[in-house]
């Protein structure tokens, strides 16, 4: 048997045993405390229902903080590394940022449902321990969440004040000197008032030379609750210091020194080697590299029931965020050609970034439970109002000195970036968003129906230029039959839009945003009674409005006349049976560029299984062991005018757990990449590659208070 067989027959076990127990019914169900399975969503979730997700007629995804904390996730990108459909680590081991790709495109990060990054690179990335539970809604949303791409969006949960909240104190100690101290304390002041306090302070190297990831973040809350109203207010500061660890490594001695990524034409590896650089490598210039971010968060929730049928609900934010970025890099030459000469020397370019966002949103809805004949409705009416402005002055230049791949020596910082030289000012870009959005969940029978309809006035502006107005409405549908024995096929159908800012020099007119339209049709499965939940779903999205490969005219961005589309499959099931908790997923992508190339860095497979152990008593009582596995098959990235093609080999990494827990105490010991396996996330035509994330420890302390 070959060895690159395993990792199939794990996947393949995992999903074998949740089918094959489907039919059963769990004889000690009773005796075991009962874990549903898929997860639970709030008026503030993914969906902006309480329609359980068996009764959903779309893709949803929960991950909780106990899930993705026994799985060792450290980033937000970590949590989503075993969900079908989802690739976490786009760009490799990264520092700057979460870079999720759903369903092949880029996904959206929002908190507390609404969205919380903007631009690029100045915002303070989200920390996980402040995180309750992860939502992935899958498809196009923007009937739901206005403006975004066709795949979905990724919707991070807080930790708000309310009852029942644990206490604890966390201590952490993990490889690359990584030193961390958490603390999530909860109080009750009142019958109907409650406080929360969250924070993190952390002390870390990286996988990196001279890379740090150090932060402080602290997340208090305040909640008022009584029978039918729910005040919260969260305010959230985060301050993390750092570097990038994205340094753009040259093809030269990654994939033209090994055998993880293979290059076509070969000509394109001129003056290689056959020497490969250390993962670890540092191409910056030491004492400058810096990526150092400052956010303030402060949101109001709340919610209002006037009687069981009606009630009231929004969401209400104010942000802000700074990044002070300085970087260096290897100069890019263009795709197909050799960023180093014969001996390893490659010209510099140096970076400076002084970027800031600011935020003000506000997103209120009334619900209504209403029957009209045999038809029962939850219905909610919305109204969204946001206004984000983003600014960035940046210095760049190329051409700067030379740095050696193979040997590197820092130094010859340029003038400009030491004598008080001006950025380039950027023109301030501001955005407002005004949307109406109604969504309609009706219940008949076993069947139901979800109907959605959204308008959305968006205006952008920068500086004193023109002002481009869009004025988009999106729509979505939904069936759903739920069977008495937990079978619930369903169908459904969802548009999106996403603003293009520019004028069509051939035309005139403001380019049109790109649409997106998603038809899927898939089969959840919970049998009565039991922990067995297993999702199917095949989807075929289509992007159109993109630039036109095939246009005459000199700029194909004029021309928005491609298409893109991306057709796949995903499965994911999960069971409990006594002390062993299942889960697996697999997903299938088939996708198509206007360019008529695969999309960049997505892989066409992927295959995640993880199986814990974790006894309810005997002897081992307390004691946890968990082991995961997570396979990504080979990606592509193309340079179509020049003939460029790079394909970064697939690869398979294993997770483990071991812990014990005991009344007021917990120790848990995580170990991603359990075999240090050496591979690239992707490796770019234009000529960089991103290392991967090596094998990293953490054991951690965990004191219940």
């Known amino acids: 048997m070959k060895a690159r067989t395993l990792p199939h027959l794990f996947f393949s076990a995992i999903l074998l045993t949740s089918s094959l127990t489907l039919a059963e019914a769990s004889a000690n169900a009773d005796a075991i405390e009962e874990i549903v399975v898929t997860g639970k969503l709030s008026r503030f979730g993914a969906t902006r229902s309480t329609t359980p997700i068996l009764e959903t007629s779309r893709s949803v995804n929960v991950i909780r903080e106990s899930v993705f904390r026994s799985r060792g996730a450290l980033t937000l990108d970590d949590t989503l590394s075993y969900t079908a459909g989802v690739v976490g680590d786009t760009y490799g081991f990264s520092t700057r940022g979460d870079f999720p790709r759903v369903r092949g495109f880029n996904a959206a990060e929002y908190r507390d449902g609404q969205q919380v990054l903007f631009g690029y690179y100045n915002n303070t990335r989200s920390d996980v321990y402040m995180l309750e539970q992860v939502e992935v809604l899958k498809g196009p949303a923007s009937v739901l ?38 603390a999530d304390i909860s109080f009750q002041w009142s019958d109907h008032l409650y406080a929360r306090l969250v924070g993190v302070y952390r002390d870390s190297d990286t996988q990196v030379d001279f890379v740090q990831d150090e932060a402080i973040v602290v997340m208090p809350s305040i909640t008022w609750q009584n029978e039918r109203t729910t005040l919260t207010l969260l305010y959230e500061h985060a301050d993390r210091d750092s570097d990038t660890a994205h340094q753009f490594l040259p093809l030269t001695g990654t994939a033209c020194a090994t055998g993880k990524v293979r290059v076509a034409p070969t000509s394109t590896c001129a003056n290689a080697t056959g020497v490969e650089i250390d993962a670890a490598t540092y191409m910056g210039e030491p004492g400058f590299n810096r990526f150092n971010t400052d956010s303030t968060l402060v949101s109001l929730l709340g919610s209002h029931n006037f009687n069981k049928r009606f009630s009231i609900e929004g969401v209400a934010r104010h942000k802000d965020g700074k990044a002070d970025y300085h970087q260096s890099w290897l100069d890019f030459a263009g795709a197909g050609n050799p960023r180093t000469n014969a001996a390893g020397d490659a010209g510099r370019t140096f970076y400076s970034s002084a970027a800031d966002s600011e935020q003000l949103a506000l997103d209120l809805r009334a619900r209504l439970d209403f029957d009209t004949g045999k038809l029962n409705h939850e219905l909610f009416l ?75 006035h968006t205006q952008t502006r920068r500086g004193d230029g023109d002002r481009q107005k869009d004025n988009e409405a999106s729509f979505s549908a939904g069936v759903l039959y739920a069977l008495d024995i937990g079978l619930a096929p369903y169908v459904n159908w969802a548009e999106s839009f996403e603003t293009v800012v520019g004028v069509n020099s051939v035309t005139g007119d403001f380019l049109k945003p790109r649409r997106g339209e998603q038809v899927e049709a898939g089969i959840k499965y919970q ?97 946890r062991f968990g082991l995961g596995l997570r396979h990504a098959s080979e990606n592509e990235s193309n340079a179509v005018a020049s003939g460029v093609r790079v394909k970064t080999h697939g690869h398979t990494v294993a997770d483990l757990l071991l812990g014990y827990e005991a009344a007021h105490w917990e120790a848990s010991l995580n170990l991603r990449n359990v075999t240090d396996a050496d591979y690239y996330g992707t490796c770019l035509a234009r000529g960089d590659c991103f290392p991967g994330e090596e094998r990293g420890l953490v054991g951690r302390i965990r004191f219940k208070i």
């Open 145 to 182: 969440y206005g403006k975004g791409t066709p795949g979905g969006i990724v919707n991070a949960i807080s930790k708000i004040a309310r009852p029942g909240s644990d206490n604890e104190v966390l201590l952490d100690i993990g490889e690359h000197d990584r030193y961390q101290a958490a």
């Open 382 to 456: 919305g109204a969204v109002y946001q206004d984000v402005e983003t600014d960035n002055d940046t210095i760049y230049l190329s051409g700067q000195g030379t740095l050696n791949i193979y040997n590197p020596a820092y130094g010859n910082l340029p003038s400009a970036f030491t004598d008080g030289t001006p950025f380039y000012d950027a023109p301030q870009a501001t955005t407002e968003d005004l949307g109406w959005y109604l969504n309609d969940q009706i219940s008949v029978d076993r069947w139901r129906i979800n109907l959605g309809a959204r308008i959305d």
């Open 527 to 623: 049998p009565p009674g039991s922990r067995i939940y297993v999702t199917m779903a095949y989807f075929d999205i289509e992007e159109s409005n993109l630039p036109n490969p095939a246009s005459l005219i000199t700029s194909p961005d004029q021309q928005q006349e491609g298409i893109g589309e991306v057709r796949g499959f995903e499965v994911e099931a999960q069971t409990r049976m006594g002390d062993w908790h299942l889960q697996g997923a697999f997903s299938l992508l088939d996708t198509e560029s206007a360019d008529g190339v695969p999309f960049a860095s997505i892989p066409e497979r992927q295959l995640s299984g993880w199986i814990q152990y974790q006894p309810s008593e005997g002897a081992l009582r307390g004691f």
